[in-house]
T-cell receptor, first 114, second 118 residues
Framework: QKEVEQNSGPLSVPEGAIASLNCTYS??????FFWYRQYSGKSPELIMS????GDKEDGRFTAQLNKASQYVSLLIRDSQPSDSATYLC??????????????FGKGTHLIIQP | EAGVAQSPRYKIIEKRQSVAFWCNPI?????LYWYQQILGQGPKLLIQ????????DSQLPKDRFSAERLKGVDSTLKIQPAKLEDSAVYLC????????????????FGEGSRLTVL
């Protein structure tokens, strides 16, 4: 049974600070890793994907992957109130980064305090 | 480009009644998924289709849930009879062909169908 673990929060961060979200997964065969953002009452939307060890940066977002530790994280720099949402970590084991049906964590509820 | 369409957006039924949800994926997306998201939890995969064939339905409660994707495009998810614990948002998602050269693994979600079972 594939498992993806996240701290449900809420995680409260002051505006302008760095928000750090963490995720661990159980399946060592996991190949692809994703962070989705979900606003209350809305559907998830992809904000970052990462496939190899190390860091991947996109604007204010940085995803970090450590396959040996089975750990993936998301950093949000210069946090804005509009970043307040639930962040879902998702993984799959399909080779080549394909989507064989993502396994999601429960999500971390992030609150950015003005 | 049109997104994933779902209907109805909201449905309230009594336990033991039946309900059906419809999904139209993004044009050209061969893979379609149904997820169940209970309040406060992450989405849970119910079933995955590749064109009109089932790839994974290991977490689908087959005694009450059924899904089909005729002609490899639209899909319908049915619950009969519904239980109180089926109250959730049912998310449909689509992606480019599973394992295909252009597949990035990104899923595109519809707005969801919120089911309340009384």
């Amino acid at each position: 049974q594939k498992e993806v673990e996240q701290n449900s929060g809420p995680l409260s961060v002051p505006e302008g600070a760095i928000a750090s979200l963490n995720c661990t997964y159980s399946d060592r065969g996991s190949q692809s890793f994703f962070w989705y953002r979900q606003y209350s009452g809305k559907s998830p939307e992809l904000i970052m994907s990462i496939y190899s060890n190390g860091d991947k940066e996109d604007g204010r977002f940085t995803a970090q992957l450590n396959k040996a530790s089975q750990y993936v994280s998301l950093l949000i720099r210069d946090s804005q109130p509009s970043d307040s949402a639930t962040y879902l970590c998702a993984v799959n084991t399909s080779p080549g980064g394909g989507a064989d049906g993502l396994t999601f964590g429960k999500g971390t509820h992030l609150i950015i305090q003005p | 480009e049109a997104g994933v369409a779902q209907s109805p957006r909201y449905k309230i039924i009594e336990k033991r009644q039946s309900v059906a949800f419809w999904c139209n994926p993004i044009s050209g997306h061969a893979t379609l998924y149904w997820y169940q998201q209970i309040l406060g939890q992450g989405p849970k995969l119910l079933i995955q289709f590749q064109n009109n064939g089932v790839v994974d339905d290991s977490q689908l409660p087959k005694d009450r849930f059924s899904a089909e994707r005729l002609k490899g495009v639209d899909s319908t998810l049915k619950i009969q009879p519904a239980k109180l614990e089926d109250s959730a948002v049912y998310l449909c998602a689509s992606s480019l062909e599973w394992g295909g050269a252009e597949s990035t693994g990104e899923l595109f979600f519809g707005e969801g169908s919120r089911l309340t079972v009384l």
